[in-house]
């Protein structure tokens, strides 16, 4: 239990700003004209923060299927996360793997695959770091909804600032050379130029992607150059 409570005890520094998102969600689900209940419903059952608050923009004006049509598009950064993380996760049963990968949301896996890193990690603090992100964002939701139009847009006091800032921290973790620092300063340049042109989050997949790609193609250089 000691790595269950690490991990949930590694989600809290980031509980502010979830909590803070999470209210407003709320507030945005009562505007649309969901329920309270509904909207900690949809918190418990989709599990996304980016995803609920596009649902919520197309409520009144979209059907059912290009609801689930644009979510699964902006969650498709689940599977480059999900192929990061698997070699980690290969030696535990499949109920095991399919109860982490229900609740991995972005503050979840960064924190887990930052401790894996380290050598530290393990399926207990992956399983606290789910737990104290879902508990969070699931609470503040409902107290959101229950609230009302009382609380204010986060953005106005540079509460939106929090989850950038904190993943840009646990990203120096991971460069740890030449080629690692290539590939962030990369990614990130390929997502602001790709927002500029891509609808939706799109930026994110493709970012990913050429990301991804990138440091594949770096380390095999590295491997040909120390085989020469």
Known sequence: MRDLRRGIAASLPLAPGMAAFGL???VMARQVGLSPWEALAMSLMVH?????FTVLG????????????????????HLLMGASIAAYLRDLNPPWKALLALWMSDESYA????????GTGSHWYFLGTNLGVY??????????ALIGSNVPDPSAYGLDLVFPLAFLG?????????AGAGVAVVSG?????????????????VAGLLGSTLG???????KRWKRS
Request: charged share 15%; hydrophobic share 60%; glycine share 8%.
């Open 24 to 26: 407003f969600y709320g």
């Open 48 to 52: 996304a923060g980016s995803a609920q």
């Open 58 to 77: 197309m409520w009144a004006t979209a059907g059912a299927l290009p609801i689930i049509l644009t979510t699964l598009v902006i969650n498709l950064r």
């Open 111 to 118: 924190l887990s695959i930052a401790e894996y890193e380290r």
């Open 135 to 144: 508990v969070v964002w699931a609470a503040s939701g409902f107290a959101g």
């Open 170 to 178: 646990l990203m120096m973790s991971f460069v740890k050379d030449r």
């Open 189 to 205: 340049a390929m997502a602001l130029a790709a927002a500029r042109w891509l609808p939706g989050k799109w930026y994110v997949i």
């Open 216 to 222: 594949l193609w770096l380390e095999e250089a590295d």
